[in-house]
Structure formats: C-alpha cells, structure tokens
C-alpha cells in the first residue's frame, strides 16, 4: 500500500487543521492505521490509530479529546481532525498502515510496515 498525506499548514494556537491520508494499492480496509508525528530534535511518537474496521479508535493522552481519527474505507482514506492546536503539536505528521497490528503494539511506530511522506503541522502562539 502506498501512502500520500496532506493538509498540514500553519496554524495559530487554538485553530484547527484536518490531516489526510490517501491509500492506493492494495485492499485499505485490511489495514490498520496510525498517525505519529515527529518534533525537531525529538522521537517520532504515537498520535492516534484506528482499526481496519474503524470500530477502535486509539490515542495519545497529550490529544485526548482534541484530535480525532477517522476513515473512509470506500475513499481509501484516513483522516485526523486536530483541534485546540497547541505550539507543542508542531510536528511533521506521518500516516502509517499495517495488517497485523494487536492492541498492546498498535501505539508503536515499529509496528507499521508502511509510511507516508510526512506533512509538516506548524502552531503559532
């Protein structure tokens, strides 16, 4: 599966951006899929995920209740709604998509066998 995320931009403290991820290859609906974002300087780390079904979602507890993840299987694509946008979620966004994922590994970047190009997440205070 190839991976293609867009919508990042700047954005003041307290706005909001929706992030997407457009799959192309094989079947999306098999694969589970993740966000992680990776700061200057820091480890790239877990932002949210979601089931294959769409039926579980998962996040980190820096965006509980700011960020949603959610995907259009029949659009091939996986979106993450972000709001409240802190400067500290300044980041380069990834997607991420794997087929065998479990509840106690889907937090983890090593899990996910396939990556996006990235698209950068910059909040102005």
């Known amino acids: 599966v190839q991976l293609q995320a867009s919508g990042g931009g700047l954005v003041q403290a307290g706005g909001s951006l929706r992030l997407s991820c457009a799959a192309s290859?094989?079947?999306?609906?098999?694969?589970?899929m993740g966000w992680f974002r990776q700061a200057p300087g820091k480890e790239r780390e877990f932002v949210a995920a979601i089931r294959r079904s769409g039926g579980s979602t998962y996040y980190a507890d820096s965006v509980k209740g700011r960020f949603t993840i959610s995907r259009d299987n029949a659009e091939n694509t996986v979106y993450l709604q972000m709001n409240s946008l802190k400067p500290e979620d300044t980041a380069v966004y990834y997607c991420?998509?794997?087929?065998?994922?479990?509840?106690?590994?889907?937090?983890?970047?090593?899990?996910?066998?396939?990556w996006g190009q990235g698209t950068l997440v910059t909040v102005s205070s």
């Open positions: 290859g094989r079947t999306f609906s098999s694969y589970d």
């Open positions: 991420a998509a794997d087929q065998g994922t479990i509840v106690s590994t889907i937090r983890k970047w090593g899990s996910y066998n396939y």
